[in-house]
């Protein structure tokens, strides 16, 4: 090992867990400190811990079938405005009123001017 270019290492450094719980471990640093350890996390203490998630879960389902109906009125819309804008060219190269042409076809699909 190269001298001077290693931490110094500490044999008997402290653990202290936020729980109280405290063991001593080899580190580089001398006293730990930690918010979860196994004495006090669940996965080690068998205890269950009831995470609300279903209310989260139901606005992300509310939100998520809201675009999708808003983008699917969207692109209804643009059809109408194209089979509009083609029913009005069509009439305007008839000679009709290519704006009651138009306004025909967005009555079928309920769409107002």
């Known amino acids: 090992m190269k001298a001077n270019i290693h931490p110094t290492y500490y044999p008997e450094a402290r653990v202290i867990c936020s729980c109280g719980a405290t063991w001593t471990t080899g580190s580089t640093i001398?006293?730990?400190r930690t918010d979860v350890c196994s004495t006090c996390h669940p996965?080690?203490?068998?205890e269950q811990r009831i995470v609300d998630t279903a209310g989260q879960v139901e606005r992300f389902m509310k939100r998520l079938e809201r675009r999708q109906s808003e983008s699917a009125r969207r692109e209804i819309e643009v059809q109408a405005r194209r089979e509009a804008d083609e029913a009005a060219r069509k009439a305007r190269a008839r000679g009709d009123?290519?704006?009651?042409?138009?306004?025909?076809?967005?009555?079928?699909?309920?769409?107002?001017v």
């Open 30 to 32: 001398p006293e730990i």
């Open 97 to 112: 009123n290519p704006e009651a042409a138009a306004a025909e076809v967005l009555a079928k699909y309920d769409i107002k």
């Open 43 to 46: 996965f080690y203490t068998g």
